[in-house]
């Protein structure tokens, strides 16, 4: 029904920058709550942001990281500024059609792309 795919990962230097993009196919992708997640190697998943009607971040990107959405386009973006070492990470796009809880549970989650790989050197 709906297929997350993420684009945009790369190697950046610290203060760098980098958007990441979510696109999917599917016409309903816009009805979506759409969020961002990361995971650094021997770390648990963590939430970075979402986008409905309202965005929210996680406080380790606030100031530094915007999330957006082109429905005409069905892409979600992660746009990433002055990134840092610690900011290194496998980013996954999520998408969920209504939340329980709490919009920074990955088990909110029903969908999931495969990840992109973001590196940052210091």
């Known amino acids: 029904q709906v297929q997350p795919v993420e684009s945009g990962g790369g190697l950046v230097q610290a203060g760098g920058s980098l958007r990441l993009s979510c696109a999917a196919s599917a016409r309903t992708f816009s009805s979506y709550i759409v969020a961002w997640f990361r995971q650094a190697p021997g770390k648990e998943r963590e939430f970075v942001a979402a986008?409905?009607?309202?965005?929210i971040y996680a406080d380790s990107v606030k100031g530094r990281f915007t999330i957006s959405r082109d429905n005409a386009k069905n892409t979600v973006y992660l746009q990433m500024n002055n990134l840092k070492p610690e900011d290194t990470a496998v980013y996954y796009c999520?998408?969920?059609?209504?939340?329980?809880?709490?919009?920074?549970?990955?088990?909110?989650?029903?969908?999931w792309g495969q990840g992109t790989q973001v590196t940052v050197s210091s």
């Open positions: 999520a998408a969920a059609g209504q939340i329980y809880s709490n919009w920074d549970s990955k088990n909110e989650y029903d969908y």
């Open positions: 986008i409905r009607w309202s965005t």
